[in-house]
């Protein structure tokens, strides 16, 4: 059974009154009534309310906006939620205008600014990889368990380097430094 909020302070009021402390009146609503009917910290808190002769046990208004929206009406005038994007600043038209021109001037340019880009990618790869992240059971059944990886774990950094022709070969065990990177 399901008690409304007015209904459980209404029961806790009473139990005040008979003089029982909030922990007896917790015990008592859990056995009667269920084991979360109520939580102890809140019977403590209407407690706190009566003991500073506060009775009224109505919700106080709230100055702020509703904690939760009405999802169903939202829909039924076809309004769905959608993530904003970030952006750093607005921009004015312009600066957009601007973008635009640079963006179409790139391709006429004579000398191939695209050829010239190199760009890498790491990525950190473990010699045991034999992790599961889940998987199916049957009702009841409890999930499996995962070793959590080691720090000490055998790992190599995998770097990719490409341009606009494809991957750049290196030989194996040559170290990347600064005066490599320059060449590319």
Known sequence: MELSRQQSRTIMYYEFRNKLSATECHQKMCESLGINTVSYDTVKVWFWK???GNFDIED?????????????ALNRINLTFKSNRWVPHELTAEDKRNRKEACLALPQRSEKILDRIVTCDEKWVYYNNTSCKGGWSAP???????RRRALTNKKVLLCIWWDCRGIIC???GQTINSAISATY
């Open 60 to 72: 106080e208004p709230r100055s702020d906006r509703p904690i939760e929206a009405d999802f169903n």
């Open 140 to 146: 009841g059944e409890s999930a499996g368990s995962v």
């Open 50 to 52: 009566f003991m500073a």
């Open 170 to 172: 290196k030989k194996r």
